[in-house]
């Protein structure tokens, strides 16, 4: 089964991508079912890598988009205009459209009919430590920016 969004940055509008026939529908409607897709093959990537017929290197391909995935915070906030988006848009389905490929295809069709049922209950996971390391990342990168500029006013 092919991931259903893998070209979802080339040719988002065409609805054979979504495995839905989005013909007339509103661009928001599109843009809802993706992200619902997305979120159930997000949750299956958690499954397969807590599955023991994933291979070691596919878990740890698995666990840093799924950590991003579900953490709390982004990399880019989204309150930037714009470029908020982009990881929502290009580097999270990119980074799951990979690990898909790479789990083995009855791993991955186990994880995905569990993902749907949970997903369809609203019990989805968050991943708090994720969350933590995405703010840490942001506290290096404003101390270091904030050094620069302090230097560069100095000198």
């Not at 040719?11 to 529908?25: H, R, V």
């Not at 897709?37 to 799924?66: C, G, H, M």
Request: net charge positive; hydrophobic share 55%.
């Amino acid at each position: 089964m092919q991931c259903p969004y893998a070209y979802t940055v080339i040719s988002f509008f065409k609805s054979d991508n979504f495995g839905f026939n989005g013909q007339g529908m509103h661009p928001l409607a599109k843009i809802k079912h993706l992200a619902g897709q997305i979120k159930v093959e997000t949750y299956a990537l958690f499954l397969a890598a807590r599955d023991s017929r994933t291979p070691w290197y596919v878990k740890i391909v698995i666990a840093v988009i799924v950590g991003y995935a579900l953490s709390p915070v982004d990399l880019i906030p989204d309150f930037i205009p714009v470029i908020g988006y982009l990881d929502d848009l290009f580097i999270l389905p990119l980074g799951i459209a990979l690990a898909v490929k790479l789990i083995p295809q009855p791993v991955l069709a186990d994880c995905r009919a569990r993902a749907m049922q949970t997903v369809n209950s609203n019990k989805l996971p968050v991943s708090w430590v994720a969350g933590i390391v995405i703010i840490l990342l942001w506290i290096f990168i404003t101390v270091i920016l904030g050094v620069w500029v302090y230097e560069s006013l100095i000198a």
